[in-house]
Structure formats: structure tokens, C-alpha cells
């Protein structure tokens, strides 16, 4: 069974940084492809970043790119998002998601972790 559980979500000023954790208990962790979306109120689940099975390659929504970073551990089964100089438009609930390769949509999903930044 896949269970994914994010952590470090909180409340920080504009400008401050926050790092995401997901720690999975899922098949077999290194060969999953894993991502983070994102939820805003009243608005609808969207991308944020992924991350191939290596760590390789990343990729990012625009609105994120140059000040978030998603990264792995294989050997801790956990990925992060380390997000800096956040923004108030950043304020949503954060999902990590897995899909077993790239062709696949992403299947499962964890609970959410909430970040609120004030201005």
C-alpha cells in the first residue's frame, strides 16, 4: 500500500523560506517519479515541480522557477522542496504526489501539508 506523508509546512513572512519533506512507503521508492503540486483557495490543484527517478532533470512551473528546488533521497525514501524568497501567491496547500513512470498520471497522492506566507 502507498502512503505518502508530507511535513514542515508552517507560516512564514515574504521573503522567508520553507522546506517540504514527503517520506513514501511505496514499491519501490527509487524507480517512482515524484512530484509537489499545490492547492490555493478556491483555485484548483496545480504543478509545482517533479523529479525523475535519478534526481536528474527536474522541472518547475514557471511561477516557481529560479526560487524552488525539488530534490531526493533514494536512500531515505523522502523527496523535498526547498523554497525560498516565497511570496504570499504561494500560500496553498502542498501535495506530493507519485506515478510509477512518466507516462503515467500521478496516482497517488499525500494528505497535504499547509504553507501560509504573510506579507
Known amino acids: 500500500q502507498v502512503q505518502l506523508v508530507e511535513s514542515g509546512g508552517g507560516l512564514v513572512q515574504a521573503g522567508g523560506s520553507l522546506r517540504l519533506s514527503c517520506a513514501a512507503s511505496?514499491?519501490?521508492?527509487?524507480?517512482?517519479?515524484m512530484g509537489w503540486f499545490r492547492q490555493a483557495p478556491g483555485k484548483e490543484r496545480e504543478f509545482v515541480a517533479a523529479?525523475?527517478?535519478?534526481?536528474?532533470?527536474?522541472t518547475y512551473a514557471d511561477s516557481v522557477k529560479g526560487r524552488f528546488t525539488i530534490s531526493r533521497d533514494n536512500a531515505k525514501n523522502t523527496v523535498y522542496l526547498q523554497m525560498n524568497s516565497l511570496i504570499p501567491e504561494d500560500t496553498a496547500v502542498y501535495y506530493c504526489?507519485?506515478?510509477?513512470?512518466?507516462?503515467?498520471?500521478?496516482?497517488?497522492w499525500g494528505q497535504g501539508t499547509q504553507v501560509t506566507v504573510s506579507s
Open positions: 523529479v525523475n527517478w535519478s534526481g536528474r532533470s527536474p
Open positions: 504526489a507519485a506515478r510509477k513512470n512518466e507516462l503515467e498520471h500521478w496516482d497517488h
Open positions: 511505496i514499491g519501490t521508492f527509487s524507480t517512482y517519479p
